[in-house]
């Protein structure tokens, strides 16, 4: 019979949750999320380099990569939007994802401005 001290059981219970903790990817664990949207429509450069064009079908993240594709649904009217991730945002508590206009006239949020949505990578 293994006997253990109480310092020992606790050092083996630290490194067991460690181990299950290290096992989830990070682009698993950001590959889905709740939470808040709000929309943009600026004429500058993106985070990715490219012109921001509020006319296309993308979206600000804050760590996934750029070119994903993402499936945002509008939690409210069940609507969804599949938009690319060419930005790096948002910067607000609470806000998940910041989509473009076009997006947001997709998910029917233009005139709130914000909505609560869901999202989980399609590609």
């Not at 020992?8 to 889905?32: D, E, N, Q």
């Not at 296309?56 to 750029?66: D, E, G, Q, S, V």
Request: hydrophobic fraction near 40%.
């Amino acid at each position: 019979m293994i006997r253990m001290n109480f310092t020992s059981a606790v050092l083996a219970a630290v490194f067991a949750v460690g181990a299950t903790l290290t096992s989830v990817t990070p682009s698993h664990a950001a590959g889905t999320g709740c939470g808040g949207a709000s929309w943009y429509a600026l004429s500058s450069r993106t985070a990715s380099g490219e012109r921001m064009n509020a006319s296309y079908l993308t979206a600000a993240h804050r760590n996934l990569k750029f070119g994903t594709k993402v499936a945002v649904t509008n939690k409210r009217n069940g609507k969804t939007v599949v938009v690319r991730i060419n930005d790096r945002g948002p910067f607000i508590r609470g806000r998940v994802i910041d989509l473009s206009k076009a997006a947001a006239s997709h998910i029917g949020m233009i005139r709130s401005g914000t909505a609560s949505v869901c999202y989980r990578v399609v590609s």
